[in-house]
């Protein structure tokens, strides 16, 4: 969740924290802070609500300092405040602190510190930590970094960490378990972040740490070591990602940019993949385990929110292309019901950090009990990739938007491809199939840039129903997991109501909702279901609803039976989420945009969900 960065070497740390935290709101922003340390010792600067009230709060103050870290807050333990916000002073104001996580045994703790005359200010369990590790440095007259290495023994949860202390004014100690932390690698500088975007304007060498590892941190030193004070040998990774990829280029909002952007991110996701010309999808992640993907008796795929719609697309595509049994899992639910998880299993996992807390606990567990792993992520060198016995990255490069667009299409795009390739592997789809379906993926693309060559339809109608209280979204086949997805981007950017079922299960329940005021998004484009959504479509015109379709762009049927449509170019069924997805997005984000939502920061939200 939260985003942290940190800064030590010869720069003024102040601009670098600022703008790393800028960079990081999507992490969360119910409120942010600073910590800088000079010659007149620690000062912290802390403010509920977003980054920019923090910075308006901090001017004219004293934030001279070679050294600091910043934090961006999602809140966990203790509401939204200043006195919650992060940093944290120790009870003696000697160290300051930031952390990303949840300390599940705070409670115990805090009440032992209780005991021996500790007082706190907030109702955070970082501050509890902190002064465990404060506790603990003073009573066994050890160092800073033997008293953090003592402590997360005994602490239980996960963590990103980040320490500076008064008396040691170049030296940050950072750890991890569970919440990502990478290291800028600059000249006499250090750069520490949750992920890679507010370090890429200054290097483009970067470490990322891994779990149980603590790291010490000077601005021409870093010494990696893990919990039994052993030194790791730091593997230095080179960022490919450009500055201009985390910024807006013009427009609005990030998530308007991100979803004009996927022509270009589902093509680089094909590149060099997806030839149709000679008939070959190229993925290493596959070609090297095609034995194991193909021979698999069954395949559970583990997800969560957008993600976890993706997979159940993939459901579809796998079960028929493929011929082998998928089941689709929440991850948070997976990893805590004992589910039957055989050797020889596969287990697809899709994130688009690559740290989705319950997503990593439930792959751990999946992959004691020897299933093989083969993860779907859009970061290079998160967690999930380097727990996953093989895997595909998405390409889509940086997403800032909480509500993920650019990504979701990724990962169709990623899937799609290992459903063809492994289906025609195993011979469960004929040649002619198999090339079509490469021929049709690879032309999506084009006719995403179609869609988004003039959007004032969707804009129109989102200002129609802007007011709406309620919305049902319907679907069917494929398209069913694509109304969920609507659904959800609705409720994420508008904070509508909205509701997925597949278009036959209302019958059961959801028609009692239909009247003259309720909006009824079908996804409905042409397919095997097409017959029956139009009668389900009738349905719901027989009642009053308002019917808003999406439908393919020759349908002279749905067209006329629909109050207003948006269209999507022709495509088969097993590729046609790829372009259905589209103008849901665009209508949930004018939807948002209308009623003068922050839609890149949607309330309660964050973009990464590294806690429990």
């Known amino acids: 969740m939260c985003g942290i960065v940190g800064y030590t070497g ?9 703008k790393g935290l800028k960079r990081l709101e999507y992490r969360g922003y119910d409120s942010s802070g600073v910590a800088l340390l000079n010659s007149n010792g620690l000062n912290v600067y802390k403010k509920k609500g977003k980054v920019a009230e923090m910075e308006e709060d901090v001017m004219g103050k004293n934030t001279h300092a070679h050294i600091g870290i910043g934090h961006t807050r999602w809140a966990t333990h203790g509401e939204p405040s200043d006195r919650n916000a992060h940093p944290h002073l120790s009870q003696s104001g000697q160290l300051a602190m930031i952390h990303n996580g949840i300390i599940e045994n705070y409670m115990p703790i805090k009440q032992e510190l209780i005991n021996k005359g500790y007082t706190f200010k907030s109702d955070t369990d970082t501050e509890v930590l902190l002064n465990f590790i404060e506790d603990i440095k003073k009573n066994n007259n050890c160092s800073l970094e033997e008293a953090l290495r003592i402590a997360l023994k005994r602490i239980v949860g996960a963590y990103c960490i980040l320490l500076i202390d008064q008396h040691d004014p170049e030296t940050i ?3 991890r378990k569970g919440s990502p932390l990478v290291i800028g690698i600059g000249k006499g500088e ?22 149980y590892e603590i790291a010490i941190v000077r601005p021409d030193e870093l010494i990696l070591k ?61 070609d090297n385990h095609i034995d194991a993907l193909k021979n698999a008796q069954r395949m559970l795929i583990v997800a969560c929110g957008t993600s976890w719609h993706a997979g159940l697309v993939a459901e579809y595509q796998i079960e028929e292309l493929c011929r082998i049994p998928v089941e689709v899992e929440y991850a948070s639910e997976f990893r805590y019901r004992n589910p039957v998880v055989n050797k020889g299993d596969v287990i697809i996992a899709i994130s688009q950090s690559g740290e989705t807390a319950d997503t990593l606990v439930a792959l751990e567990s999946a992959k004691a009990k020897g299933a093989f792993i083969f993860g779907v992520v859009n970061v290079v060198g998160s967690s999930i990739a380097r727990l996953s016995n093989a895997g595909a990255y998405t390409h889509a490069g940086p997403e800032i938007g909480v509500a993920s667009t650019k990504a979701f299409t990724g990962q169709l795009a990623v899937l799609t491809m290992m459903a ?193």
């Open 173 to 175: 100690i950072a750890a």
């Open 226 to 286: 893990n919990l039994g004070n052993e030194k790791q040998s730091p593997f230095i990774t080179k960022l490919d990602m450009e500055l201009a990829a985390i910024e807006k280029g013009g427009y609005e909002h990030f998530m308007l940019k991100e979803i004009h952007e996927q022509p270009d991110t589902i093509f680089d996701c094909l590149r060099g993949r997806l030839l149709p010309q000679s008939g070959q999808i190229i993925m290493s992640g596959v």
């Open 190 to 211: 250090h750069f520490l972040a949750s992920d890679a975007s507010p370090i890429i304007e200054y290097t483009k060498e970067v470490v990322y740490v891994n779990d």
């Open 420 to 612: 063809l390739k492994i289906g025609y592997a195993k011979g469960a789809i004929t040649e002619a199939r198999y090339l079509q379906l490469m021929r049709e993926l690879y032309e999506v693309p084009e006719k995403v840039k179609e869609i988004l060559k003039d959007t004032s339809n969707i804009q129109r109608i989102a200002a129609k129903y802007k007011d709406a209280t309620d919305f049902l979204f319907l679907g069917r086949g494929y398209n069913f997991p694509i109304a969920l997805e609507g659904a959800l981007k609705l409720k994420e950017i508008s904070y509508i109501h909205a509701e997925g079922y597949p278009a036959a299960e209302m019958k059961h329940g959801p028609i009692a909702l239909v009247d003259e005021k309720l909006p009824v998004v079908f996804v409905a484009t042409k397919d095997s279901y097409y017959e029956k959504i139009v009668s389900n479509v009738q349905e719901i015109k027989a009642r009053k609803g308002k019917v808003i379709a999406v439908a393919t762009a020759n349908d002279e049927i749905i067209p006329g039976m629909s109050n207003d449509i948006m269209f999507v170019p022709d495509a088969d069924e097993v590729i046609a989420p790829l372009l259905s997805t589209i103008p849901l997005q665009l209508l949930s984000y004018y939807v948002g945009v209308a009623k003068g939502l922050d839609v890149d920061k949607p309330r309660n939200l964050a973009k990464s969900v590294t806690v429990e």
């Open 10 to 18: 010869p720069k003024e740390a102040y601009p670098i924290l600022l």
